[in-house]
């Protein structure tokens, strides 16, 4: 079999079982690509003696029942711990530090048998929408038009990027905003978010752990749930992690969607949403019309305020868990000048190893947090959080089974574009997704057509909490319909 | 509600984040940005609304009152940037 490292999860497990191919080829033949693929910046740190390694382990256990990732060559994204390999959140304030233990969710990878290449791009500490915030520089999208380098989104934006390009079989993402669905959208894969409690959090360094959740990014739907499965799971270190039974989610997708109700709510349509969205979401309704599904206008009337109350809620909580950071445990620690005290450590250590944003947001999230102000900004946003759950609750309780929204609100922009932007211009990147967060619902992003210029773009499924099943086989069926095949043509 | 450059030195301060004199200002307006951009919240009624504590109902599990781990000293120091004799090494802390 040739171009090994082109296959998804599904078709590459099925040639395994076959005996059509090894996992040292398949590993093998990524390795080399992404050897060849340094202009994008994707991986930031390769393992591939662990790989090797791995695949070995794969092949010798290779059978018609091992486990369902057995051999197959992932990326991981820098925010999960991965034992004895370098996890530093693409944040110069964790350079050299090597965990000792292995995240709950990388652990069941290669309890499934995963073979890991490496460690993936992102933004610091996840907070970002485009990957121009790490220490390791920008991730690049392997879709281009003309000169300019684009944004493979943020902050899972070196996992989109390595998917995409075909650098490995699939890749785990985090979202806490929309990190996993608003990368997939602007490289042209599929990324679903789970339910909030369906992932272990344990080991994936926090950001805002309200928010955060583990999710795959891979190359087709299939993939996302045989991916998602092997992810998820009840795990006693976790306290939000929900002790529930993992469906089969794969046999979940069975394309009939025939009577579901989708809803599409009115508040989705944004003052200045470029036409492109605005057709792609049109079209993204027929189609699900099409495979039979009933279509409901409904409404979330507090979905304007959900942006600000995600820059309350995750800046406080982030705020919080960055408070370790102080360069006595691990990670970077400043050079003291003679005199300096514990205080002056402090402060010069997280001037140095935070960036930009990242220090912006701890500020963000004392300043909300603090005496006088706590009422006012923190208090009130977790009040309209509530609200903003309703709204969904409110829409399921009527009997709607999925709710169908453009993923983003634009195509893939230029790096460097937004340098000169408020932040607040940044953070809109993220306003069909982060509903979905604070609202602790699942959210799958599918890759539905190409813009006028050529660039990918993404529909969105929201569905209801802890029915990833019905929610995969939505999106199973809008896949279909939309039939994307289009790639990016190699550059790099 | 406008933040001065004063407010954005002490949240630098209780970040425990040294920002230079020169920066505060650029900071302040920063903040007064994203706050503004907050500020829309406080349209919304949210009298009688339970703020929340959990996005699922769920109830927290307990567990046995037994040692489960431990005897870990030299993972827990291995990416200390300073360890001494078994310890994190830190500067005076008590004068």
């Known amino acids: ?492 | 509600m406008s933040i001065d450059t004063a407010t954005a030195a002490k949240v630098a301060k209780l970040a425990r984040i040294r920002v230079e004199e020169d920066r505060l200002p650029a900071l302040a307006e920063e903040f007064n940005t994203i706050l503004g951009f907050i500020e829309q919240l406080g349209e919304v009624d949210v009298d009688n609304v339970e703020p929340m504590t959990s996005v699922t109902p769920q109830r927290l599990k307990r567990r046995e009152d037994v040692v489960t781990d431990g005897n870990q000293q030299s993972a827990v120091l291995a990416n200390a940037p300073d360890a001494r004799e078994g310890f994190f090494a830190v500067p005076k802390v008590v004068e």
């Not at chain 1, 082109?6 to 080829?25: F, I, N």
């Not at chain 1, 709950?104 to 485009?130: C, H, I, R, W």
């Not at chain 1, 075909?166 to 599929?190: K, V, Y």
Request: charge should be negative; proline fraction near 5%; aromatic fraction near 8%.
């Open chain 1, 1 to 492: 079999m040739s171009d090994l490292n082109k296959l998804g999860l599904a078709e590459a497990r099925d040639a395994l079982r076959k005996g059509e191919t090894t996992s040292v080829a398949l590993t093998e033949a990524c390795l080399s690509e992404i050897d060849g693929a340094g202009a994008l910046n994707a991986f930031v740190h390769n393992t591939p003696d662990l790989a090797l390694e791995q695949a070995k382990a794969a092949d010798a256990r290779m059978s018609a029942d091992a486990p369902s990732l057995n051999g197959l060559p992932l990326g991981i994204k820098d925010l999960f711990c991965t034992k004895g390999v370098a996890s530093q959140a693409a944040s110069r304030i964790l350079e050299g530090f090597k965990p000792q233990y292995e995240s709950t969710v990388t652990q069941n990878l290669f309890d499934a048998g995963a073979v890991m290449l490496g460690k993936l791009n992102m933004d610091e500490f996840a907070m970002g929408s485009s990957n121009e915030t790490s220490v390791y520089g920008d991730a690049v999208n392997p879709w281009k038009i003309d000169d300019r380098k684009l944004t493979p989104g943020g902050s899972s934006g070196g996992s989109a990027a390595a998917v995409a390009a075909d650098l490995c079989l699939a890749a785990t993402g985090t979202d806490t905003g929309g990190s996993i669905r608003q990368p997939a959208a602007l490289t042209g894969i599929t990324g679903i978010k789970p339910t909030y409690g369906r992932c272990s959090r344990w080991g994936i360094i926090a950001f805002a752990s309200s928010l955060d959740q583990a999710g795959p990014m891979t190359k087709s739907v299939r993939d996302a749930a045989i991916m998602l499965e092997a992810m998820c799971g009840h795990d006693p270190k976790d306290s939000t992690s929900v002790d529930l039974a993992v469906p089969d989610f794969e046999a979940a997708l069975t394309g009939d969607i025939k009577g579901k109700k989708i809803g599409i709510p009115r508040e989705y349509r944004m003052d200045g949403m470029p036409q492109e969205i605005e057709d792609l979401w049109a079209k993204g309704r027929e189609m699900m019309q099409d495979a039979g599904a009933e279509l409901v206008d409904i409404s979330l009337p507090h979905t304007k305020y959900a942006l600000p109350t995600y820059y309350v809620i995750a800046p406080a909580e982030a705020s919080s868990n960055l408070a370790r950071y102080d360069g006595v445990r691990f990670g970077h620690r400043a050079k003291l000048d003679q005199g300096d005290g514990i205080t002056e450590m402090y402060e010069k250590t997280r001037a140095e190893g935070f960036g930009d944003e990242v220090q912006r947001r701890v500020m963000v999230g004392t300043y909300v947090l603090s005496a006088g102000f706590y009422d006012a900004y923190y208090n009130r946003a977790r009040k309209v959080r509530t609200l903003i759950k309703k709204d969904f609750e409110d829409v399921f309780a009527q009997g709607i089974d999925g709710i169908l929204t453009p993923a983003t609100p634009s195509a893939a922009f230029g790096l460097g574009e937004m340098a000169d932007a408020d932040p607040v211009q940044m953070y809109l990147n993220d306003v069909f997704t982060v509903t979905v967060n604070l609202a602790g619902l699942p959210g799958i992003s599918v890759p539905a057509g190409l813009d006028a210029n050529g660039l990918p773009l993404g529909l969105q499924l929201i569905g209801r909490p802890w029915e990833e099943s019905d929610l995969l086989n939505l999106a199973y069926a809008l896949e279909d319909r939309a039939g994307f095949v289009a790639k990016p043509s190699k550059w790099w």
